[in-house]
């Protein structure tokens, strides 16, 4: 038995061990470099970067655009500094959901520039709200953020609710001019 104290026998071992790790990596490059020295070889694809260095897609992306090497990839983890369409300048750096206020504060943004893209007719900035939102929700909800989730769910949802409503209106006019006669009119 040792005559060390307990702790001092696990601090030795854990010190231990980081040694031989930093031993061992310290001749192979990181993900990072092989994902990079990858990509400057010549493999341009995302996912087969991915599958050899056993990375996730979003990793690889993120890597390759952070070095300047790589535009264009896009999906639920690329921030929104890096821009996607002419609608990214809008949300970029502006959304978050740290906390429910921060949630808050993102979904009044997104709502209001839904809004004005409604506004003013153009359907590809209110899909882009749309998808932001979605977005938002799905890195909350993945990362443990259940209520700062559920703000952005209760702003989707009620979108949803809204075109749902849209459609039942436009069946209900096509069924009316189908029939030969002109819509009703309600008093």
Known sequence: MSSKPKKARESGAKEKGRAETRKRSAGRPSKKDQIISLFLSGMGEVEDIAVITGARPSYVGSVLQEAGL??????????TAHPQNIYSK??????????????HESVALIDRL???????????????????????????????????????L??????????????????????????????????
Do not use: C, V
Request: charged share 30%; no cysteine.
């Open 90 to 103: 809008f949300f970029a750096g502006k959304l978050g959901f740290k906390d429910e206020e921060t949630a």
């Open 114 to 152: 839904y809004r004005q893209f409604e506004f003013a007719g153009d359907r590809a900035g209110q899909h882009h709200a749309l998808a932001m939102a979605l977005a938002m929700f799905d890195r909350a909800r993945w990362t443990g953020k259940g209520r700062e989730a559920q703000i952005f």
């Open 154 to 187: 209760n702003w989707l949802t009620a979108r949803l609710g809204e075109a749902a409503l849209d459609l039942e209106g436009e069946e209900f006019d096509a069924e009316d001019e189908s029939a030969g006669g002109e819509p009703e009119t309600l008093p």
């Open 70 to 79: 790589h535009s264009g990839y896009f999906d639920l983890y690329t921030s």
